[in-house]
């Protein structure tokens, strides 16, 4: 259909169709944004419905954060060149975002999920569970030979988290290598570790692993893998790898230590006396 003359609307009814105030169109106009179409005699600002879609567009880029030196600068001199421009920066600048909230989610998932294993952990006794696969980055190693101090634990993992580029969205758990188990050093930290989930990092192999819940501060956790290595032994196995910590329960969720929850993980083969 074709009008005499293009329809026009008020201020007021130009803001209504987008759900602003008129004080946006107001201030618009006057850093010279987006300007009315025109004036009438009687002094009112009208637009016409030709701005309709070149509006939807700056409001599109303005809530996708877009500067408004941007913004003013393309809406003076608009071109398809200009916007296909900002729309690459802005696209870069949400994919950047989204990873930055992938992260966040696994971690606050990561965190909720900890907390309800915690909560439903059998403590004190040790578990013969089948675990799938799993791909880990590991921190280098730790250059002690009898004990890790807390302080060169959070030396190391300040270090992993920089050097491995997760920042504070990890969960960081410790390694005690096989023949520290064997030599009843349970107080001596091999290596760090944090669940990649992609294709970085190292497998952990699947199988059958001890799985053991320990309630208690970390200075009595090396009581636990005597306990944890006892009851293995009884049931017929011995441990065919490192032990894994993930500390389910720590200082961020409570201040008492005797409240810290442990689980630890250890890959099992049948012992040689189970064979006879």
Known sequence: MKHDKPITYTTGAFAAHFGIKKDTLFYYDKIGLFCPA???GNGYR???ASQLEPFRTL???KELNVPLKILQEYFQD????????ISAEQLLRVE???EKLRRVKAHLTQITS???EAEEADFGTAQIVKIPAKRFLYSRHIDSSLETTEQQWSEIQDEFLLTSGLKGTANVGSVIAKSDLENGNFDRVDCLFVESGDLAGTIRKGGKYALYYHKGAYSSVKFAYQRMLSQIAALGYTPAGDAYEEYLIAETATKQ???YV???LIKLKASARSHT
Do not use: V, W
């Open 257 to 259: 230590e005797d409240e």
């Open 38 to 40: 025109g004036i009438k």
């Open 46 to 48: 009208y637009y016409t």
């Open 59 to 61: 409001l599109s880029l």
């Open 114 to 116: 900890a907390l309800k």
């Open 96 to 98: 950047t975002e989204m």
């Open 78 to 85: 608009p071109s398809p060149e200009k916007l296909s421009a």
């Open 262 to 264: 442990t689980k630890i």
